[in-house]
Structure formats: C-alpha cells, structure tokens
C-alpha cells in the first residue's frame, strides 16, 4: 500500500533562514507526490506535485520540493522563511487506481519565529 | 467565491441529533470526495464519488451517510453521533481526466463539528 511519513511533528526556523520539512514515501510503482498546506482555521492548499520530470519541482509561494528516488524523500524547501509561512504542511502520495485519492501523512507544523 | 464552499463551517449538535454537512464545488470537477481530519491524525478519507457514483467508502460507520445528488454537490449525512466523532471535515474535488488521475485535489475550508 502506499504510504508517506513526516517524521517531525514540529519544525522551527528564523525568519530569513532556509527551512525543510521533511517526506518519505513508499510505493509501488511510480510515485505521484503532493505538498499542501494549511493555514489556521482553513482547508488544505495545493502547493505542488511530481509526477514525473526534473527531480525539482517549483510550486507555490517560493516553496519547492526535491524528489530523491534512492533516498524516497520528497523534502519541501523554501531559501528563506516567513513569518506567514507558519502553517501546517501535509505531504501526500497518490493511491493506486484511476482516481486522485491521496494519502496524507500526519502533517508537520512550520513555525517561523520573527 | 472559493472553488469548494461548505457549510455550516461550524456544527454543534447532541448524539440524538441528525445533521447534514453540504459541500459545493464550482470547478467543473467529476469527482468529490468527503475526508475526516482529527487532531494528531493522518487526514482520513472517507468517500469518494465519480461522475455521482460512490467509488469508495472506507469502512465508514453506517451513522455516516453520503449523498451525491449530482456532480456538483456532494453531502454528510449525520445521526446518532459519537463524542469521538469530533472533527473537521473535508470536502474536496477533483478532475479525473484519464485513468492516470494526477490532478491534484481541491479543498474546502471545512466544517467543524462537535458533538455533546
């Protein structure tokens, strides 16, 4: 089955300073990955996705992600945090099958301090 | 207007009660799908629907009950509800454009529920 894990539940960072929160997967087959993001009291929004290509994938609000298939990481990156980056950051893996169910990992809080 | 609106964003209700949670999608999307989010959980999903069909229920308990009425619209049905059932819940929807399925899904905001 397909599964992603986020193994910090917390990651904190200085404004300015780079920040990664990390993802691995595991799959069988081609791994389809996803970045969403939360913010306080809202739905989850779409950040950005590797299906296939270069292995870094630019997406939205100056985050990006490195895919890294010997490792099974898809990492999220961003050069320099904000402070209104602070949310919680969902990693997930599109399930086998013709749908676009996605499996979500437990998700990391990003808190940028000032 | 967001693309998935639901409502009520906010539902307290008693174990007694029966509720419904509403979701609407105005993106032209084929398929909808209702997850649950608790706290220091995984997201969970619940249903799926394609082109109104239910695809899948996730061993859902039966005091949840789904409806689709059309592509459009999806619904939660809620009756004799459990304390431990507490939580957001997500629409989303999506556009299944081929069997691959690499769209990415949109969600909602949400609907918080408590129940006493």
């Known amino acids: 089955a397909q599964s992603v894990a986020q193994p910090e539940d917390q990651v904190n960072v200085a404004e300015g300073n780079p920040l990664t929160v990390k993802c691995t997967y595991s799959?069988?087959?081609?791994?389809?990955l996803f970045w969403y993001v939360q913010y306080p009291n809202r739905g989850l929004q779409f950040l950005l996705k590797?299906?296939?290509?270069?292995?870094l994938v630019k997406g939205s609000y100056g985050f990006e992600a490195e895919f890294n298939k010997s490792q099974t990481s898809f990492h999220l990156k961003k050069p320099s945090a904000l402070v209104s980056d602070s949310a919680l950051y969902f990693c997930?893996?599109?399930?086998?099958?013709?749908?676009?169910?996605?499996?979500f990992g437990t998700g990391t809080l990003l808190a940028v301090q000032p | 207007e967001t693309g998935v609106t639901q409502t009520p964003r906010h539902l307290v209700m008693g174990m007694t009660n029966k509720k419904s949670l509403k979701c609407e999608q105005h993106?032209?999307?084929?398929?909808m799908y209702w997850y649950k989010q608790s706290a220091k959980k995984p997201l969970e999903l619940m249903f799926v629907?394609?082109?109104?069909?239910?695809?899948e229920n996730n061993s859902v308990p039966s005091r949840f009950s789904p409806e689709c009425p059309n592509s459009s619209h999806l619904f939660l049905h809620l009756h004799t509800l459990q304390p431990e059932d507490s939580a957001l819940y997500l629409c989303?929807?999506?556009?299944?454009?081929?069997?691959?399925?690499?769209?990415?899904?949109?969600f909602g905001e949400g609907s918080r529920l408590t129940v006493l």
């Open positions: 629907y394609n082109f109104k069909e239910q695809t």
């Open positions: 997930a893996v599109k399930d086998g099958g013709a749908t676009n169910k996605l499996i």
């Open positions: 799959v069988s087959g081609n791994p389809y």
């Open positions: 590797y299906i296939t290509g270069d292995n």
């Open positions: 993106l032209g999307h084929n398929a």
């Open positions: 989303a929807s999506s556009q299944d454009r081929d069997t691959t399925g690499t769209g990415e899904l949109f």
